[in-house]
């Protein structure tokens, strides 16, 4: 049985419409990721958001004449709530009350998987409850399941603050070790000339159906907000039989609560490690222009945005009319065509060549080693053996910092 969810949003009468119409339809699919089902949208244009309430009185009695019509299960507000606000709505109400990042962590903690995420997942929440605890104490022992109260949630969290704080300790000690690890993989890659792509992109644009199909593994892909929670890499082969590492992250998403920034850190720096980002972006959908901003705006954040990049407008299946791409270089495709794949590598090859450097080389038949080397290493443009010099012509572009071209000169 879905939970019965009333949502309700605040309009700042001097914003963006169609930015708030988008973050109100992606909190009804937040909502449904989450198992919840809308019966319900209110929304108040105020200036200001009431400072004890939310939205203003008038607005607070209507949902419950909505609340004695139905039969309703959670109020889900868009906008973070302080705990003063929490505390006076669900008063009010006498119903659970969440905002959009309580309603964010809920899902992220029904889809992380690794230990590393559960422990991201949890400790976002803590941090994000501990505020909240003050006087708390009826609400918190409310919280007997449902959406807003996976992870943490589910034990007595109003039992002491101390011991939310030794936990919170804990999991960072945790979480560092486990960055360490992070880095000390990071380490062997680079040591081993790895090449690192990281596939980025606002959540369901099409991340993870990239990554199926073009490594052939199975990572979790579903038509859902934050499908894939916990990062996974995969070597793949280009056309010309460069070899690198693909790496399939979490989705963005504008308004993500700041506590998941700080806890997914470590998994976001998959990015910034990166030499080179593929930013998957859902072409069809109406608001796909800001999801774009929102996540060059994150990569920014994540001092991400010097890295080169190629944009792949996905789902061309779904598009009516003449769509005009924002970034350059970009591809317009449906992950779902297998020639689109190779066209994305093809497309990922020439934005190399143009960072690369050039290099021209004759190798003796005897240095079947660095030949090797070479078309694991670097992009390999021509080859052909010259029986006059009984060798190996090889053309063909470096990574600037790669030790092997140090050894082509």
């Avoid at 644009?205 to 916990?230: I, V």
């Avoid at 050039?358 to 003796?364: G, H, I, Q, R, V």
Wanted: charged residues 30%; proline residues 4%; contains cysteine.
């Amino acid at each position: 049985m879905r939970e019965q969810v009333i949502l309700v949003a605040r309009e700042d009468p001097r914003g963006n419409a169609e930015r708030f119409q988008s973050s109100l339809d992606e909190l009804g699919s937040l909502t449904e990721t989450a198992d919840g089902e809308v019966i319900k949208i209110l929304t108040q244009k105020r200036e200001r958001i009431h400072p004890a309430h939310y939205v203003g009185e008038g607005k607070v009695e209507e949902i419950k004449e909505v609340m004695a019509a139905a039969d309703v299960d959670l109020v889900i507000c868009n906008d973070e709530l302080s705990p003063g606000q929490l505390r006076n709505l669900t008063d009010k109400l006498d119903v659970r009350v969440i905002d959009r990042s309580q309603l964010i962590l809920d899902i992220f903690a029904k889809r992380a998987n690794t230990k590393e995420g559960k422990l991201q997942v949890e400790l976002a929440q803590l941090q994000y409850l501990l505020p909240r605890l003050a006087g708390q104490g009826t609400e918190l022992s409310r919280l007997g399941g449902g959406i807003g109260t996976r992870g943490p949630g589910e034990t007595k969290l109003e039992t002491d603050r101390r011991h939310i704080q030794r936990r919170i300790d804990d999991i960072k000690k945790r979480l560092d070790a486990v960055v360490n690890q992070r880095q000390q993989y990071r380490r062997r890659r680079k040591e081993n000339q790895a090449f690192q792509v990281a596939i980025v992109g606002y959540t369901n644009a099409g991340k993870s159906t990239l990554f199926n199909r073009a490594t052939e593994s199975q990572s979790f892909e579903e038509n859902l907000l934050f499908a894939t929670l916990d990062p996974l890499t995969r070597q793949v082969q280009f056309p010309s039989g460069f070899q690198a590492l693909l790496s399939d992250t979490v989705g963005f998403i504008q308004d993500l609560p700041t506590t998941l920034i700080a806890a997914f850190r470590s998994t976001l720096e998959e990015v910034t490690e990166a030499d080179l980002i593929l930013h998957i972006v859902d072409a069809s959908h109406p608001d796909h222009e800001q999801h774009e901003q929102t996540v060059n705006r994150l990569l920014g954040e994540l001092e991400a945005d010097h890295l080169p990049m190629l944009t792949v407008y996905n789902k061309k299946d779904l598009l009516s009319g003449d769509f005009i791409p924002q970034a350059f270089p970009s591809l317009t495709v449906s992950v779902y065509d297998p020639i689109d794949i190779k066209r994305i590598f093809d497309k990922i090859e020439d934005v190399l060549k143009q960072e690369w450097v050039e290099y021209d080389l004759l190798l003796s038949a005897g240095e079947g080693k660095k030949l090797h080397q070479l078309k694991n290493h670097s992009i390999v443009t021509s080859l052909h053996f010259v029986e006059e010099q009984e060798g190996y012509a090889v053309h063909g572009y470096i990574h600037p910092e790669n030790p092997l071209k140090y050894q082509l000169l």
